[in-house]
T-cell receptor, first 114, second 115 residues
Framework: AQKITQTQPGMFVQEKEAVTLDCTYD???????LFWYKQPSSGEMIFLIY??????QNATEGRYSLNFQKARKSANLVISASQLGDSAMYFC???????????FGTGTRLQVFP | EPEVTQTPSHQVTQMGQEVILRCVPI?????FYWYRQILGQKVEFLVS????????KSEIFDDQFSVERPDGSNFTLKIRSTKLEDSAMYFC?????????????FGPGTRLTVT
């Protein structure tokens, strides 16, 4: 069974608009962490934002925020005021308790147009 | 800002040859990882390494793979006899659990092409 599901293979957004990238996860562990990474066309993996399962508030990092809905097991990434440089693949990932490994989703390709 | 570095950026090798991919993790990090990403697919965990031993590995990480920390700075992934299906981007990552977030910092990757 998929642990991390990203249902949007591609998304388009106009510059300066906000966009939400969806991520749902599946785990029975009460303790886990959720991550979003950005992968530009150059290939590197850039950490964007983290949400712990016990965190009471949604994580925010600059223009990135994570809409964490624990009951729905979703951890959507919201990018506000999109910029052309935001065009990239975005991966959602999860780390469960007692393990170090990150489990990645299949990614969403975001394209920002002027 | 400290970063993970990887060499080479691109490696081309013939099937059956051995390759060693090199990584220099962030200096005060103690946990090291290798992931791979076959072109167009998701990133997959290979192995994690702590205190000079493997702490976890995936089913992909079979006897053809090995990891080593030969000195205080390098972390290597060796593939003994490469297959065509080993062609992928290989990412090294490191983390410092002291941060609490367990964020893993990724290197820029090594693209391995097996011909």
């Amino acid at each position: 069974a998929q642990k991390i599901t990203q249902t949007q293979p591609g998304m388009f957004v106009q510059e300066k608009e906000a966009v939400t990238l969806d991520c749902t996860y599946d785990t029975s562990d009460p303790s886990y962490g959720l991550f979003w990474y950005k992968q530009p066309s150059s290939g590197e993996m850039i950490f964007l934002i983290y949400q712990g399962s016990y965190d009471q508030q949604n994580a925010t990092e600059g223009r990135y925020s994570l809409n964490f809905q624990k009951a729905r097991k979703s951890a959507n990434l919201v990018i506000s005021a999109s910029q052309l440089g935001d065009s990239a693949m975005y991966f959602c990932a999860m780390r469960e308790a007692y393990t170090d490994k990150l489990i990645f989703g299949t990614g969403t390709r975001l394209q920002v147009f002027p | 800002e400290p970063e993970v570095t990887q060499t080479p950026s691109h490696q081309v090798t013939q099937m059956g040859q051995e390759v060693i991919l090199r990584c220099v993790p962030i200096s005060n990090h103690l946990y090291f990882y290798w992931y791979r990403q076959i072109l167009g697919q998701k990133v997959e965990f290979l192995v994690s390494f702590y205190n000079n031993e493997i702490s976890e590995k995936s089913e992909i990480f079979d006897d053809q793979f090995s990891v080593e920390r030969p000195d205080g700075s390098n972390f290597t992934l060796k593939i003994r006899s490469t297959k065509l299906e080993d062609s992928a981007m290989y990412f090294c990552a490191s983390s410092d659990k002291g941060t609490g977030t367990y964020e893993q910092y990724f290197g820029p990757g090594t693209r391995l092409t097996v011909t």
